[in-house]
């Protein structure tokens, strides 16, 4: 999954990421895992994720749906 991917790369663990957005640490594991879907996270958690990472909300984002809503709107 390319959030996990992502947060290893700027070298954090679960626990601090999850500390440094604001959320709970099983509440972001479940995103890693695919248990819970990034894409219906409410838009302040997705946008501290993308700071916090350093990249656009479309690196994150898996549906294509959502995608596309996204390039209509102009936000990539």
Known sequence: ???KEMRIA???????????????FRSYQ???QGVR????TDLATL???CITL???????IENENTLKLLDEYKCL
Request: one cysteine or more.
């Open 30 to 32: 479940n995103y890693e």
């Open 10 to 24: 700027k070298g954090y663990s679960q626990k601090e990421f999850a500390e440094i957005v604001g959320i709970n």
């Open 1 to 3: 999954m390319k959030l």
């Open 37 to 40: 879907s990034i894409d219906n």
């Open 47 to 49: 946008l501290r994720i």
């Open 54 to 60: 350093g990249c656009p909300i479309k690196d994150i």
